[in-house]
């Protein structure tokens, strides 16, 4: 018995009343913080590099730019001081082997062409970058007195752009009949031109047959 009227128990939550977990909200996770900027594709000048100093210790203001990318040093040397930088290249920094010779067209600069110089050094397991900037018409000294494998790799360059290299034992056209008009790689050069009269001589169709 009681003396009093009953005491009314609050309702219970249908998930308590089947002995469910009460759900638990996980915190908001904190915000990510800002990504750093990506770094420049090409680095910062590289005076303070030992390899650099040594250039322009040697070279003064022939050394126009130098720079570092992936810890590989890039330099850009006059073009009246290339052969004698690839002399010191080979000769003092050991860099003994020629990999590759290319240029890059630049139409509307004043010096039009960079010519590029890939080198590789045995002893120190290294690479070196050369550039110097060349103009329409102005010739380049050839570096096959330097590095043999530049025999070949000039002549490319002027079968493909029409640098003029003196001093090469060689030079003509290496992948286009010597006779062919213009230079494919060149920004001018429309992709789908073609020497039509080469063509039509040679091979007896007129052009887009």
Do not use: C
């Not at 110089?117 to 018409?137: D, H, M, P, T």
């Amino acid at each position: 018995m009681t003396n009093g009227p009953e005491e009314k128990q609050p309702p219970v939550p249908p998930q308590a009343a089947e002995g469910a977990a009460t759900p638990v909200v996980p915190p908001k996770p904190a915000a990510a913080p800002p990504k750093p900027p990506a770094p420049p594709k090409e680095g910062p000048v590289a005076w303070d590099n030992e390899l650099v100093q040594r250039y322009r210790a040697r070279f003064g203001e022939a050394l126009r730019e130098a720079w570092t990318d992936r810890k590989q040093a890039i330099l850009v040397v006059s073009l009246d001081h290339l052969l004698e930088a690839a002399q010191f290249t080979r000769d003092d920094e050991q860099f003994d082997l020629l990999t590759d010779l290319t240029a890059v067209d630049w139409p509307k600069r004043e010096k039009r062409f960079d010519l590029v110089l890939n080198l590789y050094s045995f002893s120190k397991n290294g690479r070196l970058r050369i550039k110097a900037q060349v103009g329409e018409g102005e010739p380049a000294p050839s570096v096959t007195g330097i590095w043999p494998t530049a025999d070949w790799l000039e002549r490319e360059v002027y079968d493909m752009f029409g640098i003029v290299f003196s001093g090469h034992p060689n030079l003509k056209r290496l992948l286009l009949p010597e006779e062919w008009e213009g230079f494919p790689l060149r920004k001018d050069y429309d992709i789908l031109q073609q020497d039509d009269a080469w063509v039509r001589e040679n091979l007896g169709i007129e052009s887009g047959q």
